[in-house]
């Protein structure tokens, strides 16, 4: 499974992209802004291409979609939540977007989460961010 990020609106205080897998458009997503250097929790994580695992979040105790190998970043997830203040460099997933916010945000996540889990008992996912 291939996942795309393509961030599309940068504000101060936050990014708006839209996540598709396999080239279909899936939701919107919220990420902290972008910055040339980075504040902890404070900062989106670098563009680039990652390997997607499921674990299991001491934060969520639960199973997450984790980002693995990010450059000065760790615990980075795929998660639920609506603003920029919501995540500390994570991803998060809705199906409506404004300015700075995203809805819908639980019930986008289950179904991307089980999409990632089922993609995962066949063979590797990763991310790509642009």
């Known amino acids: ?15 708006v992209g839209k996540l598709s897998i396999d080239g279909r458009f899936v939701c919107y997503t919220i990420e902290d802004r972008v910055r040339p250097q ?4 404070n900062t989106a994580i670098p563009a680039g291409t990652y390997d997607v695992i ?5 934060r969520f105790k639960r199973k997450m979609p984790r980002l693995m190998d990010v450059p000065d970043f760790t615990g980075i997830l795929i ?6 203040g919501d995540t500390e460099g994570c991803i ?14 639980r019930a986008t996540f289950n179904k991307i989460f089980k999409r990632i889990d089922d993609a995962l008992a066949g063979g590797p996912v990763t991310i790509t961010i642009a």
């Open 1 to 15: 499974m291939q996942i795309t990020l393509k961030r599309t609106v940068l504000t101060q205080a936050s990014t």
């Open 38 to 41: 980075k504040i902890d929790a």
């Open 54 to 58: 499921i674990n299991e979040s001491p």
């Open 79 to 84: 998660h639920w939540g609506n603003k920029a």
């Open 92 to 105: 998060l997933v809705g199906n409506t977007v404004s300015r700075n916010f995203i809805g819908n945000s």
